[in-house]
């Protein structure tokens, strides 16, 4: 029987790059990074960008739009030529849309016709996306309250899906089926206190500055026929210090702004991580340590590096488990 891949997840800054990191090296393993940020050149230090290589890292221009479904074929083909090099593939990030993609399928939602794409966008030119993400919140307040208010291109296929089919895009996503277990184990690393990963969020985007996201993003600032539209230079931290860039705020504020931005990040990602089936949560303190998880006996830590099925919590959490005695 295949080995179930590891999907490694939780809310930004939680520390599970540097886990999955210990893990690869530990476990023979290769990691498939899923970040909607990190898959576009020139998103680096905005992005947390780690020196430690990954697969679907800086593989698409700023300005051509990344996709679910494009997530979806080119993870696959990782998994499989890892697993063809003998190894084991690691997936680890936070964009939860992908991995829902990868894991539970994409959505069978029927062809919307483009006209109403059209419509939604020329209305959104007239109004603003907040204007139409407060229609949505009336519609489908379960997506709406997953999508930044500018989020232009999911809060458009929210609406198409609504206006399109009379049915909202959360209930489309409910009609999927559960992922099959035995492909995915699936475990999320959080801080048992909220302060504990507010000050890690702070102190990480303290670092950024330090390091020149301002000059990352004017970098692309200056690049032709970028703009606030893609999905690229919506990404937390460059979208603010976009604004910053064209005087719309000063540095204070932006990376106040960015801050703002970076909890409301975590925010939505623990809202998904907390509807995620078959999900193992690893809770951690302040300097990163396990202090709770599922039970896991003696036997089963022995069982799983031999890559036989731990009776709780599953081959991976065994090595988790393991390594995080002194992580």
């Known amino acids: 029987m295949t080995e179930p891949v590891l999907a490694l997840t939780g809310p930004t800054a939680s520390g599970k790059s540097a886990l999955a990191e210990r893990l690869a090296e530990t476990f023979d393993g290769e990691l498939i990074s899923v970040d909607s940020?990190?898959?576009?050149?020139?998103?680096?230090?905005?992005?947390?960008?780690?020196?430690y290589p990954h697969h679907l890292v800086h593989i698409r221009e700023p300005d051509d739009p990344y996709t679910a479904a494009d997530f979806v074929s080119d993870a696959k083909q990782c998994i499989d030529k890892i697993r063809g090099r003998g190894r084991r593939p690691i997936l680890v990030g936070g964009s939860m849309l992908y991995f829902r993609a990868l894991i539970q399928g994409l959505d069978d939602i029927p062809a919307i016709d483009p006209a109403i794409r059209a419509d939604i966008e020329a209305e959104a030119t007239r109004s603003g996306w907040p204007a139409l993400h407060q229609q949505l919140t009336e519609i489908d307040p379960e997506?709406?309250?997953?999508?930044?208010?500018?989020?232009?291109?999911?809060?458009?296929?929210?609406?198409?899906?609504?206006?399109?089919?009379g049915k909202p895009l959360s209930e489309w996503q409910q009609g999927n089926p559960t992922p099959v277990s035995e492909d995915y184990e699936c475990i999320a690393?959080?801080?048992?206190?909220?302060?504990?990963?507010?000050?890690?969020?702070?102190?990480?985007?303290?670092?950024?500055?330090?390091?020149?996201?301002?000059?990352?993003?004017?970098?692309l600032f200056e690049q032709e026929g970028l703009h606030t539209d893609l999905p690229a230079i919506r990404a937390v931290g460059y979208r603010q210090v976009w604004s910053y860039l064209e005087g719309e705020i000063d540095l204070a504020k932006c990376r106040e702004k960015v801050l703002a931005a970076t909890r409301q990040l975590a925010k939505r990602q623990l809202?998904?991580?907390?509807?995620?089936?078959?999900l193992t949560w690893i809770w951690t303190n302040e300097t990163g340590q396990l202090v709770r998880g599922?039970?896991?006996?003696?036997?089963?830590?022995?069982?799983?590096?031999?890559?036989?099925?731990?009776?709780?919590?599953?081959?991976?959490f065994g090595r988790v488990h393991g390594l995080m005695r002194n992580f």
């Open 294 to 316: 599922p039970d896991l006996t003696e036997d089963a830590r022995d069982s799983s590096d031999h890559g036989l099925s731990a009776p709780s919590g599953g081959i991976w």
């Open 143 to 165: 997506t709406a309250g997953r999508l930044h208010p500018n989020h232009s291109q999911r809060i458009c296929r929210a609406l198409e899906v609504y206006r399109g089919t």
């Open 271 to 278: 809202t998904w991580l907390r509807g995620w089936p078959d």
């Open 189 to 219: 690393l959080c801080p048992e206190d909220r302060a504990a990963l507010h000050a890690r969020i702070a102190s990480r985007l303290d670092a950024m500055f330090a390091e020149g996201l301002v000059a990352e993003v004017t970098r």
């Open 37 to 51: 940020a990190l898959v576009y050149r020139g998103l680096s230090i905005g992005a947390a960008k780690s020196d």
